[in-house]
């Protein structure tokens, strides 16, 4: 089983919909984040966490809401979805320590918005 | 934040040596990362250097950074067709976050 687990895998959403986004990890690590990829564009970090307590906003955070809802679980939330947020998602952790450390990466949510 | 620029594509031939180059704006990243990204999925972390070392070897892979340039570069040695993948230079500036790269495509035609 993969460490870190994001569910769906693949989700096709019309423009106004409410969409989760959910990342499950089982490698104990305090440190959660959700980035998005586009082509071209790289990653791009939109929320993180450090601990269950604590969420800070990353670069592109509009448009995006998350909750942490215990050390293992960390969800991304699309409250009113646009066409402009099609992209590939990717959860991913690390371990607390100073500096980001190393990332450990699922295997990306493509969410497509019509 | 910091720029982290690649270029988008690279073709090799089976065998040869490819060299992956990335620039950065931020002198201030501790340490500079390679990341691959295989088709379908997440990223790996693959090699990193810590920002006082001007080069680093493992195995097939030699990190080289020049700081007085901002510049980091990825050489693969004999690569394969394992190889291809899109390959992501990263920086951290602070405790928070990874400055991704645009990355690059490496295709490696046999």
């Known amino acids: 089983d993969a460490d870190v687990t994001q569910t769906p895998r693949n989700r096709i959403t019309k423009t106004g919909k409410r969409i989760m986004l959910e990342c499950s990890q089982t490698k104990g690590h305090d440190r959660m984040y959700w980035y998005r990829q586009d082509p071209g564009l790289g990653l791009r970090l939109i929320y993180y966490s450090f601990d269950v307590k604590d969420i800070n906003k990353g670069e592109i955070s509009d448009g995006y809401s998350v909750s942490r809802q215990a050390q293992a679980k960390f969800s991304l939330s699309l409250e009113s979805a646009i066409p402009n947020q099609t992209a590939l998602y990717f959860c991913a952790t690390s371990e607390a320590g100073q500096g980001v450390g190393e990332l450990f990466f699922g295997e990306g949510s493509r969410l497509t918005v019509l | 934040g910091e720029d982290v620029e690649q270029s988008l594509f690279l073709s090799v031939r089976e065998g040869d040596s490819s060299v992956i180059n990335c620039t950065y704006t931020d002198s201030s990243s501790t340490y500079l990362y390679w990341y691959k990204q295989e088709p379908g999925?997440?990223?790996?972390?693959?090699?990193?250097?810590?920002?006082?070392?001007?080069?680093?070897?493992?195995?097939?892979?030699?990190?080289?950074?020049?700081k007085k340039d901002k510049h980091l570069s990825l050489r693969i040695a004999d690569t394969q067709t394992g190889d291809s993948a899109i390959y992501f230079c990263a920086g951290a500036t602070g405790a928070n976050n990874l400055f991704f790269g645009t990355g690059t495509r490496l295709t490696v035609i046999p």
Do not use: H
Not at chain 2, 41 to 50: C, E, H, K, N, S
């Open chain 2, 41 to 66: 999925a997440g990223l790996q972390l693959l090699t990193y250097i810590f920002s006082n070392m001007d080069m680093k070897q493992d195995q097939r892979l030699t990190v080289l950074l020049n």
